[in-house]
């Protein structure tokens, strides 16, 4: 450990998910998170995961959760090991499961996945024997950027308890979505999704938001706008009308902003689709736009959640004796 003081203990062999997470679990993951935000927790980090093996399996494309998985690991001085499915045996026939357990026979640490599948890492964490993060599967969850969003929001608001956050666009594919609204209704935050209502998704009742279909309406007064790309290879069929009319509607410029608090933050997952859910104008006045610090925040939040997951794993000296 790099720090004087003990770590609490996260209470969960894996990261699933935000559903079921505790507030205290939540806040556990941002407080260490913000402890790696300081440029001078970095030198003594090095040592945090010596001996350690984490591996980046992932099924779908990425940018920023992979490079951020990857940096965070290497900051804590673990080895680590992506896998690229696209040369796996992944592509001779093996599933997902017997890839699986072909690298927990291999003693990795730590599995972080991704999956086109809502569900699948669940599957594959019931069939490993070591800890696993889901980095999103399918349109149900990514916790880690729910976590990267609210530490970026507490960064800048003091707080989220009592704050009003829209959440527009394509919900119903959207995982970062999902695991934004369980953070952000446990931590007190009251929610908002602005969208068409064939963005919407069919368990909307039983999520405890608010919903709006017009958009200056759903923006009125908020602070934080966190905008959703249009999620195209989970779509079957088309849900709007055509781009430019969903822009026109439901993609955030200046105009519809003016009607949040004036000093509202604007925030993105990425990848951003430029004049459809977002105006280059919004999505690069650094005034107002977060989206950037939203990339640097995921490398703490991602070095938080490798650390509090090894805390609960068996000592490497002691693992690699009993392997003998
Ligand atoms: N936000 C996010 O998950 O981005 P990537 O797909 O680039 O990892």
């Keep these: 450990?790099?720090?004087?003081?003990?770590?609490?203990?996260?209470?969960?062999?894996?990261?699933?998910?935000?559903?079921?997470?505790?507030?205290?679990?939540?806040?556990?993951?941002?407080?260490?998170?913000?402890?790696?935000?300081?440029?001078?927790?970095?030198?003594?980090?090095?040592?945090?995961?010596?001996?350690?093996?984490?591996?980046?399996?992932?099924?779908?494309?990425?940018?920023?959760?992979?490079?951020?998985?990857?940096?965070a690991g290497k900051r804590l001085g673990a080895d680590v090991i992506n896998m690229s499915v696209d040369s796996s045996s992944v592509k001779k026939g093996e599933t997902l499961i017997d890839t699986a357990m072909t690298l927990?026979?291999?003693?990795?640490?730590?599995?972080?996945?991704?999956?086109?599948?809502?569900?699948?890492?669940?599957?594959?964490?019931?069939?490993?024997?070591?800890?696993?993060?889901n980095a999103g599967d399918g349109a149900h969850e990514h916790p880690t950027q729910a976590l990267l969003d609210a530490l970026t929001i507490r960064r800048r608001k003091g707080s989220l308890s009592g704050l009003v956050v829209a959440i527009c666009g394509d919900v119903?594919?959207?995982?970062?979505?999902?695991?934004?609204?369980?953070?952000?209704?446990?931590?007190?935050?009251?929610?908002?999704?602005v969208a068409p209502p064939t963005l919407l998704p069919a368990e909307i009742g039983r999520l405890g938001v608010e919903v709006f279909h017009d958009m200056r309406r759903g923006l009125e007064g908020c602070d934080i706008v966190m905008m959703l790309r249009l999620q195209n290879e989970r779509m079957s069929g088309a849900l709007i009308p055509s781009v430019r009319e969903y822009f026109r509607f439901f993609g955030l410029d200046r105009e519809k902003l003016a009607v949040a608090k004036p000093d509202a933050l604007v925030m993105h997952p990425g990848p951003m689709n430029r004049g459809v859910e977002i105006d280059s104008a919004v999505a690069d006045d650094l005034d107002?736009?977060?989206?950037?610090?939203?990339?640097?925040?995921?490398?703490?939040?991602?070095?938080?959640?490798?650390?509090?997951?090894?805390?609960?794993?068996?000592?490497?000296?002691?693992?690699?004796a009993s392997n003998h």
């Design 1 to 71: 450990m790099n720090s004087a003081a003990p770590l609490d203990r996260f209470p969960h062999r894996d990261l699933l998910g935000i559903e079921g997470l505790s507030p205290a679990a939540i806040n556990l993951v941002l407080d260490r998170a913000d402890h790696y935000m300081s440029r001078d927790s970095g030198q003594s980090a090095k040592g945090v995961l010596r001996g350690r093996t984490v591996i980046n399996l992932f099924f779908e494309n990425s940018t920023r959760t992979r490079t951020s998985f990857e940096l």
């Design 104 to 133: 927990n026979a291999m003693h990795a640490d730590i599995l972080v996945v991704r999956h086109a599948d809502s569900g699948a890492v669940q599957l594959l964490a019931e069939k490993v024997h070591c800890a696993v993060i």
């Design 172 to 193: 119903a594919h959207s995982r970062v979505a999902r695991s934004n609204i369980h953070l952000l209704n446990a931590v007190g935050a009251r929610v908002r999704l």
């Design 288 to 320: 107002r736009s977060v989206i950037q610090a939203q990339v640097e925040t995921g490398v703490a939040v991602r070095m938080a959640c490798l650390e509090l997951l090894a805390a609960n794993l068996p000592d490497p000296e002691t693992l690699q």
